[in-house]
């Protein structure tokens, strides 16, 4: 991949690039947790990076621009082989949004996986994701879960400290719940604007809860009650992780409604001329919270597939069809 494929013929201005959205515009996010390699400690390996050029690339073609990491990923080596790629090719740092979290601590030796949304730990991993991303400052950063034992004021001073510093320009969270964005929304001066939670035809509870209450099935749903409207009210981004399902409506099928749903997504995906993909990803984008689906998958020719996601628009699924989608998947009829 040369620098031309990657940027165009030029690069934007400084001031433009100011000026770009850094989040809450992104129809579509890639994902970065299979970049990498394996799931173990060894160095990544030139294939990795070559592979991971691949990915960029078809998620460029198809209109995707905002990339999304965390520091576990790969124990790191998602973020290093994409700094990789953007050092081999000058100028597309610009054009992009770069998004990744931090706050998980993985299992290693005498330490158990833990949560970490200590002041200190927050800095040192950015710091860390930055030098193997090979950029000068994140466009979001994201606190991938909760921590009980983290004061909000604390994570607030660090948060704010990491904005001064223009080494992060917006924040959010990821995993968290109304109370919770509050809480800490409460003690931090700059805004939160995203919240990225699993999401997906498949993972419908953030919707069950919306319309199961005053029923007795209100109790089985388990999503915290307000998080979607809390978020909707206070302009706060949703994105969604696992919005795919694992392609259990374009690919796999396990169960009953799942053939059910998957066959219904072939109809409709022919009758508009597109794919199965985007018609899994524009049932998520129809919905008013504005959710951007953060897709997971490193085969460029399923990136490619969710094109029109990135590009086209999720009103050509109608109202009826929408509520088909829903009642399909979930197998009974709405209360």
Not at 122 to 133: D, Q, T
Not at 140 to 156: G, K, N, Q, T, Y
Not at 180 to 206: C, G, K, T, Y
Request: hydrophobic share 45%; with cysteine.
């Amino acid at each position: 991949m040369t620098s031309t494929d990657m940027h165009g013929p030029a690069v934007e201005p400084a001031a433009q690039q100011t000026a770009r959205p850094l989040v809450g515009a992104e129809r579509l996010v890639l994902g970065c947790m299979g970049l990498g390699g394996d799931w173990d400690r060894n160095p990544w390996k030139a294939a990795d990076v070559d592979a991971a050029e691949a990915v960029i690339e078809a998620a460029l073609e198809s209109g995707i621009t905002a990339f999304d990491h965390a520091d576990i990923y790969r124990h790191g080596k998602a973020e290093a082989v994409f700094g990789e790629v953007l050092a081999r090719a000058p100028g597309l740092r610009e054009r992009i949004t770069l998004q990744s979290k931090c706050g998980i601590r993985l299992a290693d030796g005498d330490r158990p996986g833990m949560y970490d949304l200590r002041g200190p730990s927050i800095v040192r991993r950015v710091e860390e994701s930055l030098e193997r991303l090979r950029t000068d400052h994140l466009d979001v950063l994201l606190l991938h879960r909760p921590d009980p034992l983290a004061d909000p004021a604390e994570i607030a001073a660090a948060l704010e400290s990491l904005h001064r510093q223009g080494l992060v320009r917006r924040f959010g969270v990821s995993n968290m719940n109304a109370a919770q964005i509050a809480r800490l929304q409460d003690r931090l001066a700059l805004p939160l604007v995203v919240n990225q939670l699993e999401m997906s035809l498949l993972r419908r509870d953030w919707l069950e809860d919306g319309v199961l209450v005053n029923t007795p099935a209100s109790a089985s749903v388990g999503f915290p009650a307000g998080t979607v409207e809390h978020c909707l009210g206070h302009g706060i981004a949703l994105q969604a992780w696992g919005p795919l399902a694992q392609g259990r409506y374009t690919g796999r099928q396990e169960t009953p409604e799942e053939h059910a749903t998957a066959a219904l997504v072939a109809e409709l995906a022919e009758a508009r001329g597109t794919t199965p993909e985007t018609i899994v990803l524009w049932w998520l984008q129809r919905h008013p919270a504005r959710i951007a689906p953060v897709i997971g998958t490193t085969d460029p020719a399923r990136i490619r597939a969710c094109r029109d996601a990135a590009t086209g628009d999720p009103a050509a699924l109608g109202h009826e069809e929408w509520f088909r989608l829903w009642v399909t998947a979930r197998g009974a009829a709405l209360p």
